[in-house]
């Protein structure tokens, strides 16, 4: 599956004009690189073309009022699919962070949510699809199209966190919250933001742990009627062939300073900001942005340390 789908992105910039000059522009985008505290970096990209989905409108009313631009018949005739398990079509991102950049959506309009078999999708995705990392954007996290269930998939290597949070030196035993032979749930503050990581040789362990850890968040949460507010990253690691799961909770979707005016940043970060690249639609804030901005935004939208601590008690307590 994953030659077909690097076949699709050949043909569709080969013959795609628009989808060819987006990739073009993006082989010679501005980066400026922040060493966040000793153990990470983020990227900051100059990405105009994002400012569809950073300036996105995904109010009720505004997302009635549009088309949806997941659902085929509302997609250019130009933009093929590959079909996955005939529930899923795997496509070119037209408007790209990454220099392959996929998105993956159910083939019915369905709400974005993670619970039940979509996990497993992911994982089963992210076996297939070994040269890519999955994501999920919750649909109050970033999401542009909170009404229309997708995952989306970058190159690896690309978003710094991935490789960071692989350091097993993070990983002693007291960060270890369920832990056995197949596999272990572990949380961390020292990467500059609050997250969970789920790390094992079996899909079916790392599902289940996915599960406690859902169930946990949901139960910590003010709000049992709607999923956890969170990003997740999902691969399968090229050292060891282990399956990855790295969990965000959120308590926020958009940061205060959020706008296009002179003391605002248009920033919504969602899953790969959260994986260490921000990619900045507005020039100006793309050349002042400091890494105080950076990580103040991170404490902004991530969960904090006692919310972290709530989640952790239940899943103790379930062990
Ligand atoms: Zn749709």
Redesign the pocket.
Known sequence: MQQQVLDLIDSQLTEWTMVRDNYAALSSVRMRGFELNDRCEVVMQYNPERKRSSGAKVDAASLKARK?F??SENQPVEQEAIEWEGRYKIQVNPYPIFPLHLTISAME?TPQEVSGRRIDDMLNLAAELTQFVLFYNGPRCGAS?P??MHFQAGIKGFMPLCDEVMDMMLWPEEQRLLDSKEGFLGFTGALGRNLFFIKSSERVVASLLFAKLQLAMLLASDNLDEEPMQNILCWKSDDDGDYCIVVFPRSKHRPDCYGEGEDQLLISPASVDMGGVWAIPVEKDFNTITVEQVQAIYDELCLDNAGMVKIIEILLQQN
Do not use: F, R, V
Request: hydrophobic share 30%.
């Open positions: 949806c997941l659902c309009h199209a009404d229309h």
